[in-house]
């Protein structure tokens, strides 16, 4: 059951430079999207969020945009840095339920 | 800053044993839940529990899982009777309100059955 994917298992990037980590969806129903950073031996930490209302949001150096017509979330890191180096989950949550689904996770890896 | 903490950080059991796991969400929080992770695979939702009765639950959260907030600070996760299987990092969650609030995530606890 892939409800929630993320087709990249990892991202090598530059500091300073943009991160865009992808996520895509089957699920119609998903109208609530989030984003986790993970460390190893830690639980996920929440990052941003977005509603389906919504195609952006913003917060500091993290963006995530919403594609509906796609099914498609992007998070987007600007600029890129050495401490942002950990997996990123992408999750959805449908109207009116509480559990997330999450995706497989992306690991990021910031060069300095 | 306020935060999910979960007691053990992990357990080692046997087959067939019960096992019980805490967390203690954030004070001011409604809604709790548990998730596991089992190595190389994704977080997988378990069940949430709001105003005392489960709210939603998994395929997995089968007969032998069972929750708890026994006092106004705890929430508790139990095994019955632990399965080669169970084995996995377990995740307690909070959230201040249910859809479109952030669940905040604990530490976990690495759960490993033999």
């Known amino acids: 059951d892939q409800q929630v994917k993320q087709n990249s298992p990892s991202l090598s990037v530059q500091e300073g430079r943009i991160s865009i980590l992808n996520c895509d969806y089957t699920?119609?129903?998903?109208?609530?999207f989030l984003w986790y950073k993970k460390y190893p031996a830690e639980g996920p930490t929440f990052l941003i969020s977005i509603s389906s209302i919504k195609d952006k949001n913003e917060d500091g150096r993290f963006t995530v945009f919403l594609n509906k017509s796609a099914k498609h979330l992007s998070l987007h890191i600007v600029p890129s840095q050495p401490g942002d180096s950990a997996v990123y989950f992408c999750?959805?949550?449908?109207?009116?339920?509480?559990?997330?689904?999450f995706g497989g996770g992306t690991r990021l890896m910031v060069k300095p | 800053e306020p935060e999910v903490t979960q007691t053990p950080s992990h357990q080692v059991t046997q087959m067939g044993q019960e096992v019980i796991l805490r967390c203690v969400p954030i004070?001011?929080?409604?809604?709790f839940y548990w998730y596991r992770q089992i190595l190389g695979q994704k977080v997988e939702f378990l069940v949430s529990?709001?105003?005392?009765?489960?709210?939603?639950k998994s395929e997995i959260f089968d007969d032998q899982f069972s929750v708890e907030r026994p006092d106004g600070s705890n929430f508790t996760l139990k095994i019955r009777s632990t399965k080669l299987e169970d084995s996995a990092m377990y995740f307690c969650?909070?959230?201040?309100?249910?859809?479109?609030?952030?669940?905040?995530f604990g530490p976990g606890t690495r759960l490993t059955v033999t």
């Open positions: 529990f709001y105003n005392n009765e489960i709210s939603e």
């Open positions: 969650a909070s959230s201040a309100q249910g859809w479109g609030n952030e669940q905040y």
């Open positions: 999750a959805a949550s449908e109207n009116a339920g509480n559990m997330l689904t």
């Open positions: 004070s001011n929080h409604l809604y």
């Open positions: 699920n119609s129903m998903f109208d609530y």
